[in-house]
């Protein structure tokens, strides 16, 4: 298992810096609720579909109270970030 580097992503009004086929986190209350991939998000980042491991899709939209953070694994930016 490779260490992963937890990053936040954009501020609580928008998630407009994660991107599909990140590998996020949604937290509530500082506790991990939902894992997954992005699988699409809306051009403002108002709303992302995470895919879970067992293929489950699941819409998140910034209103819900959730913190989005992007599990990055190679410990680095994404380029241009």
Request: net charge negative.
């Amino acid at each position: 298992m490779t260490l992963q580097k937890n990053r936040a992503v954009s501020s609580p009004a928008h998630w407009d810096d994660v991107e599909i086929g990140d590998a996020v986190q949604l937290l509530k209350n500082g506790r991990v609720e939902h894992t997954g991939r992005v699988d699409n998000r809306t051009a403002d980042g108002a709303v992302v579909w995470v895919m879970s491991a067992p293929g489950r899709r699941q819409l998140f939209h910034v209103g819900d109270g959730y913190q989005l953070t992007v599990a990055d694994p190679e410990g680095a930016d994404h380029a241009g970030h």
